[in-house]
């Protein structure tokens, strides 16, 4: 499983990793309870009104079965239908089967909408209903143990199938793939920077507190185990799963973490303990990971390290033993032609990595240094070839795609996030005001194919609005959920027939929705950022 990475604090074009040293609010203490903007007080908790079944609207408002919170307003969820005053899951529910009112005749039951005279393999009688444990909100699990608002039945456990981190308020929200509903947003460390998951667990690199978090993927503000980062200052880029270990980059320290979990992974917690830390080199700056066999393949963003040239490379580090990682070299990415708009100096700067088919791609930013970190040539993929190194770059058109940030593959193709090249208000916060050629790129055998322009940050007209900058994306049930650093928001992208399809965002007319109010805005700070995005590995594709 491959985690994105991030930008070091330095670059003017990622103003929003300067936050990281800022105290934010702590969270919900039991007295006095104060909380970050987009919750509530309730009680003695923090609440999201927006989202919270049991506290939906107005603080006590609970939500009947089969039913969501969006908004504000209690709603019927995916396969629920109002029959009356109540919700009901007409594909299982022996008075209303199918439809409201149509009731199965006495001693029969009701499966997937029908009524029947007994359950069929794979599924199993609940009362008079024949359902999949496995797969059913309403029972996942065991018989009436219903998941809670926009939650999925993972092979009988309750979780989100998505989660975004939003940085600078220290939370987190989860969004029902497919549906694109969003749960209540929760509070989960101070600053979380990058994600990851194993089973129905979610891992969350808190950077303000130099901790790796874990919480149920299904209760995402409940911490189940904490395991140190190391140094106060930490800038953990990436998190990479390979069960029983767990790997995180730093850039700030420029090293490897490798933590080793206990037992079989299960539970609300991984029990990880950290067994080891590899040194990269100075100044290398890692940034991603992913994995060719028993070796480790690590984007460095830096520009030089002690030894040999590690800079503008890619690290190769063996872990046939992982509890002792061997760094065997670099991949140089300096000799690639960036094709520069000025026939100047451009450096590949590598952002993320990913493996596709056993090819390693590596995204390419293509700064210029001299220039304040401002593209100097299109947004470009390195392939790499595991076996003995060998390097080309793949074009991904200036047009719309520079600043290429993150890389992932949906089936057969790859999938990049381009940064774009944004302009900064820095008397407003460092808001961007402006972005050009940001968006997605779609990659099919080593060619471009399609890309998606994320040109409008709200909707036509709307009073002061937001430009979108693409940040990192998950990919759950073919779409993809893609982060917007600059406005808090999350858009949904369908990667179908060789095209990129907006559903959830305002750069197309045809889309179903506005995109996703993920991270609510800060009034201290105009920047509002979703910083990671992570699909749960049950719907990962």
């Known amino acids: 499983m491959v985690r994105r990475p991030r930008t070091p604090e330095s670059l003017p074009w990622a103003p929003w990793l300067s936050l990281a040293a800022v105290l934010l609010f702590t969270g919900c203490p039991k007295e006095g309870a104060v909380c970050t903007p987009g919750l509530s007080v309730c009680g003695d908790a923090c609440v999201d009104l927006r989202a ?27 396969g629920s239908l109002r029959c009356g005053e109540t919700c009901v ?8 089967c199918g439809a409201c009112g149509n009731a199965c005749p006495s001693g029969q039951v009701c499966e997937a909408g029908r009524c029947g005279v007994g359950c069929s393999a794979g599924t199993s009688r609940c009362g008079d209903a024949c359902v999949n444990l496995l797969a059913d909100v309403a029972n996942c699990g065991a018989c009436g143990h219903a998941c809670p608002d926009a939650q999925s039945c993972h092979a009988g456990v309750c979780a989100y199938d998505v989660v975004a981190a939003c940085y600078n308020l220290g939370q987190v929200v989860g969004i029902q793939a497919g549906t694109d509903r969003l749960g209540p947003r929760r509070q989960l460390g101070g600053g979380v920077q990058s994600l990851a998951a194993y089973r129905n667990v979610l891992l969350a690199a808190d950077a303000t507190n130099s901790e790796l978090l874990q919480a149920p993927a299904g209760e995402l503000g409940q911490v189940s185990q904490r395991s140190s980062l190391g140094n ?23 090293t490897l973490q490798v933590l080793r979990g206990e037992g079989s992974g299960g539970g609300t917690s991984l029990g990880l303990r950290t067994v080891t830390q590899l040194s990269l080199g100075a100044n290398t700056s890692p940034q991603g990971i992913t994995r060719v066999g028993d070796t480790l393949f690590i984007p460095l963003f830096g520009t030089a390290g002690s030894g040999f040239k590690k800079g503008n490379a890619v690290a190769r580090v063996e872990v046939l033993d992982p509890e002792h990682p061997r760094l065997l070299d670099s991949i140089p990415l300096t000799g690639l ?40 040539g299109p947004g470009m993929l390195a392939r790499i070839e595991p076996a003995d190194g060998g390097v080309r770059a793949i074009d991904l058109g200036a047009e719309h795609c520079l600043n290429a940030g993150y890389v992932e593959p949906v089936g057969g193709q790859l999938v990049v996030s381009c940064l774009g090249e944004a302009r900064y208000d820095t008397a407003n916060g460092n808001r961007a005001d402006d972005v050009r ?72 007319p045809g889309a179903v929705g506005p995109a996703l109010d993920a ?18 590995p049950g719907l990962a594709p």
């Open 519 to 536: 991270c609510p805005r800060d009034p201290r700070r105009p920047v509002s950022n979703v910083t990671d995005v992570v699909a749960i």
């Open 337 to 376: 032609d960036l094709k520069s708009f000025d026939g100047g100096t451009s450096l590949p700067l590598p952002y993320s990595a990913t493996t596709l088919n056993g090819v390693v791609y590596v995204a390419l930013t293509n700064l210029n240094p001299a220039n304040d970190y401002r593209p100097n």
């Open 437 to 508: 050629a940001t968006g997605l790129a779609l990659v099919k055998d080593d060619a471009l194919v399609a890309t998606y322009s994320l040109s409008a940050g709200c909707a036509p007209g709307t009073p002061e609005c937001q430009v979108a900058v693409a940040g990192r994306f998950a990919v759950a049930k073919d779409a993809v959920y893609l982060a917007d650093v600059n406005g808090g928001r999350v858009y949904v992208v369908e990667v179908k027939d060789g095209a990129l399809v907006e559903r959830r965002g305002f750069s197309t």
């Open 52 to 78: 919270d079944v049991e506290h939906c609207g107005v603080c006590g408002t609970v939500c009947g079965a089969n039913s969501v919170c969006q908004d504000g307003a209690c709603a019927c969820r995916e």
């Open 232 to 254: 106060v200052t930490t800038s953990p880029n990436d998190i990479f799963v390979a069960w029983p270990y767990v790997y995180v980059v730093d850039s700030i320290n420029n």
């Open 89 to 96: 899951a007409v594909a299982s529910d022996v008075a209303n």
